[in-house]
């Protein structure tokens, strides 16, 4: 596998160099070995590694129809980012701050971001308590207890909690991330299995 990568690496390299659209200089593009999502569900996590400060990292759900990440990202509003794109995800991670992409099942977990991208219309908030609130909607009753309507019930999550439910409505079977505390560092490793490294990608460095 490595030896393909370097012929891979070499002829992008090449393209790189002597494309004449100019995709960007050499010296403008690194070599990493990446654990890539492959499949929606797969967990992407970066900047876990803080001794002490596990709640500091992120996590993102990968959403393979859109090639995008569903997250729940602290914005500087009160409502928060719940889609990015691949590449911003990574970039955010800075150059070692990526931890790659694990998954429960090997392919076909839809449902997961289904259930996730559901609670968008909830406008969810972020909280950096372990505590969440599902956003749903719930009866309004009168004074003699009659139901007259609905009102909005808001969604309150942190990164981390958002997986754990996402994945716990979609029924998913992960009993290990539920009953835990919920932090980024202990969800992530609770996922299954790890995505194979895909060797010597060639990437921008405007990207870390």
């Not at 690194?30 to 400060?53: F, H, Q, Y």
């Not at 997250?71 to 500087?76: N, P, Q, R």
């Not at 991330?177 to 299995?193: H, S, V």
């Amino acid at each position: 596998m490595k030896e393909t990568s370097k012929l891979f690496q070499f002829i992008t390299g090449a393209v790189v160099l002597f494309c004449p659209i100019g995709l960007a200089r050499a010296d403008e593009w690194v070599s990493r070995d990446l654990i890539l999502a492959e499949s929606s569900g797969d967990v992407m996590a970066r900047n876990l590694k803080v001794p002490g400060l596990g709640w500091l990292g992120h996590l993102g759900m990968y959403d393979a129809k859109t090639n995008t990440v569903l997250e729940l990202l602290k914005a500087a509003n009160p409502i928060v980012t719940m889609q990015n794109s691949t590449v911003d995800f990574m970039r955010a991670s800075g150059i070692d701050g990526y931890w790659g992409a694990k998954y429960a099942r090997q392919y076909g977990v839809q449902e997961v971001i289904i259930e996730g991208w559901g609670q968008r219309i909830f406008q969810p908030r972020y909280t950096s308590s372990a505590s969440w609130t599902q956003g749903k909607w719930i009866p309004v009753l009168d004074a003699k207890g009659r139901q007259i309507g609905y009102k909005k019930q808001g969604a309150v999550f942190r990164c981390d909690t958002f997986v754990a439910y996402s994945y716990q409505r979609s029924n998913q079977g992960l009993p290990s991330i539920f009953g835990t505390p919920q932090l980024p560092l202990i969800t992530y490793r609770k996922m299954p299995a790890l995505r194979p490294i895909s060797y010597g990608w060639l990437i921008p460095r405007s990207w870390l």
